[in-house]
């Protein structure tokens, strides 16, 4: 998915899609990922309280092999998928095939091929928007979005355990706390979300441990998880462009 890489604690580096080793390397384990995430709605509970998309026009931003974009076309007027891994748009436009509301571009987060003002909700989760380093993301949604429209953002939890704590293992100098404070200075509000990954068999959860972290950390959440649930906390942040805002 792209975005501007800060290495979670490092400088901002422009350039091409920063590759995203799970999905890219993995794509049918991410799908089973995916159908496990938020396996009782929660995170769309929150959305749809937020920045409702009934009869709206959809961005969903780093939208990977697009697993979400049907559920959005269920209620949207249009969605447009947009991810820089040719891959991946592959997969996802296959998806679409027969949703004549949806449509995928290959595009990174920061150079969208799609007019001013021509988009209500921007939905991006766990892609491009991970903290300092994203400005140039965050004013092409804002040249996208309408007056009134909002930016969804969904990222994992850091502060919330056990997937936190392994989280923090792999990736120590990413400190939560700062990136909340810049969300914060952006404008955005942030909620926090509970959800549940639940999964039909144990080899389906270990390969998607497997996936995500380092062997020793993949091995070590293995081994807390006796069952076929994982509580995993999020971070939603939303921000809403100003209805008296014309670009």
Not at 7 to 29: C, L, Y
Not at 50 to 74: E, K, S
Not at 101 to 107: D, P
């Amino acid at each position: 998915m792209a975005r501007l890489h800060t290495g979670f604690g490092g400088q901002p580096k422009p350039g091409p899609a920063i590759p995203s080793p799970n999905i890219w390397n993995w794509p049918e384990v991410y799908e089973r990922e995916n159908e496990a995430q938020d396996a009782d709605g929660a995170i769309w509970g929150v959305l749809r309280e937020l920045a409702p998309w009934v009869g709206a026009d959809v961005v969903d931003m780093g939208c990977g092999d697009g697993f979400h974009l049907p559920f959005f076309a269920r209620d949207a007027a249009s969605v447009v998928g947009v991810e820089p891994h040719p891959p991946l748009v592959g997969r996802a436009r296959v998806r679409v095939a027969g949703l004549d509301r949806v449509r995928v571009l290959q595009a990174g987060a920061a150079t969208v091929p799609l007019p001013d003002a021509s988009v209500d909700l921007v939905h991006a989760r766990t892609a491009y928007f991970f903290g300092a380093g994203c400005e140039p993301g965050l004013a092409e949604t804002d040249r996208l979005l309408r007056p009134g429209g909002a930016l969804a953002i969904v990222d994992l939890d850091f502060t919330v355990g056990p997937y936190g704590s392994w989280l923090r293992a792999d990736l120590p100098r990413y400190d939560a706390g700062t990136v909340e404070r810049w969300f914060a200075g952006q404008g955005f509000s942030m909620r926090r979300v509970d959800t549940t990954w639940r999964f039909d068999d144990r080899a389906t959860l270990e390969a998607v441990l497997g996936i995500e972290f380092s062997r020793a950390v993949a091995a070590r959440a293995i081994a807390e998880t006796p069952g076929l649930t994982i509580p995993v906390g999020y971070r939603v942040h939303v921000r809403r462009k100003p209805a008296g805002l014309v670009v």
